[in-house]
C-alpha cells in the first residue's frame, strides 16, 4: 500500500527492532526503508551541546539494517540532534516517504492529553499517513511473530464507516493510497458501521441496519474495484466496541481511520471516535491526516 516507509524510534520502543527485518518488510511492498532517532541535547552549564557519542551509538546501532538488504530495496539511517519534529519533517520530504511508523504508548494517552508532546505536534503538521503501534507490543514478538507482522504490514485493513463526510473522506483517501499499491501490500478490507441507540450530530439520522447495509454494499462495490477482497459487518452496539471487537474476530492488520480537524482529535474534553481508538485500541491504527 505504501513503498516509502519512515521508522521513528527512540531505541526503546520495539520498533529497532525493525532493523533485522528488512527483508520481511520489503515482502509487504516496502522499497524504501528510513530508520530515524533523535539524540538529546545536552546542557553543559547552560550551553546546548550535541552528543556527539550518542549520535554516533545510535548510528551504529540502526545501521544494522544496511547489512541484509534485497536487491531493489533502499535503507538509509538518519540520526539528528534536538528539534525532533522539525528533523522528522524535514527526513519525510527529503526521502520523500509516504508512511511514519511510530510507537505510543498507552501510558501517556491518559495524561489529559492524546499523546507526548513530541507526537502531538508531529500530528498537527504531518501531511502523510501514521501508522500507530504500541511499544508494548513491538518489544514482546518473538522473531517469527515479527517477521510474520512485518511481511503482513498492512494486509487487512479495517474501515470504521458510518456514512458521515469524514468517513467518506477515509474511503477516497484509502482508495486514493491503494490504486497504486505495490504487490503483498494491501489485499483486504472489512467494512464496518456500528448502527448507535444515540445518534451522533454528525450521522445521519435515519440510520438503521438496513441502511447500513445498502451504503455499505455501495462502499463496497467501489472498493472492489481495485482489486480487493471487501467483507462487510454491521453490529447493533457502540462504535468503539464493536471496531475493537471486530479486530479481535477478524485478522485485522490495522484499524484506518481520519479526523476532520486536529484540533479536535487533540481536544482531550470532546475526543471524537479518532481520539478514543488511539488511546485504547492495541491494534495498530492508520491514521490519515485532513486533507485539508
Request: glycine share 2%.
Amino acid at each position: 500500500m505504501f513503498q516509502n516507509l519512515l521508522i521513528c524510534t527512540d531505541l526503546h520502543d520495539g520498533l529497532h527492532r525493525l532493523v533485522r527485518f528488512v527483508p520481511s518488510l520489503a515482502a509487504s511492498g516496502i522499497r524504501k526503508l528510513v530508520f530515524f532517532h533523535s539524540v538529546r541535547v545536552n546542557d553543559d552549564r547552560g550551553v546546548p551541546k550535541v552528543d556527539q557519542a550518542a549520535i554516533d551509538a545510535a548510528r551504529q546501532r540502526l545501521s544494522v539494517a544496511q547489512d541484509n538488504v534485497p536487491e531493489g530495496v533502499e535503507v538509509e539511517v538518519v540520526v539528528e540532534s534536538d528539534r525532533i519534529v522539525e528533523n522528522i519533517l524535514n527526513t519525510i520530504k527529503t526521502h520523500h516517504c509516504d508512511l511514519v511508523l511510530l510507537g505510543t504508548d498507552n501510558k501517556t494517552l491518559l495524561n489529559e492529553k492524546l499523546f507526548g508532546s513530541t507526537t502531538a505536534e508531529l500530528v498537527e503538521r504531518i501531511k502523510i499517513p501514521l501508522l500507530v503501534v504500541r511499544p508494548a507490543l513491538m518489544s514482546t514478538y518473538t522473531r517469527e511473530e515479527l517477521d510474520l507482522r512485518c511481511r503482513h504490514l498492512l494486509r487487512y485493513l479495517l474501515i470504521a464507516y458510518d456514512g458521515s463526510n469524514t468517513a467518506k473522506t477515509l474511503v477516497k483517501q484509502i482508495t486514493e493510497t491503494a490504486r497504486n499499491r505495490p504487490e503483498n501490500s494491501l489485499e483486504h478490507c472489512l467494512l464496518a458501521w456500528a448502527v448507535e441507540s444515540k445518534s451522533r450530530r454528525e450521522i445521519p439520522q435515519s440510520q438503521t441496519i438496513e441502511d447500513a447495509e445498502e451504503k455499505l454494499a455501495a462502499v463496497k462495490q467501489e472498493l472492489e474495484q481495485l482489486n480487493l477482497t471487501v467483507a462487510t459487518e454491521v453490529r447493533q452496539e457502540e462504535r468503539l466496541q464493536a471496531m475493537m471487537t471486530l479486530s479481535m474476530e477478524y485478522d485485522i492488520s490495522a484499524i484506518a481511520v481520519n479526523s476532520p480537524s486536529v484540533p479536535r482529535l487533540l481536544e482531550w474534553s470532546r475526543p471524537n471516535f479518532a481520539n478514543l481508538l488511539l488511546r485504547r485500541s492495541w491494534h495498530p491504527v492508520l491514521f490519515f491526516p485532513d486533507p485539508e
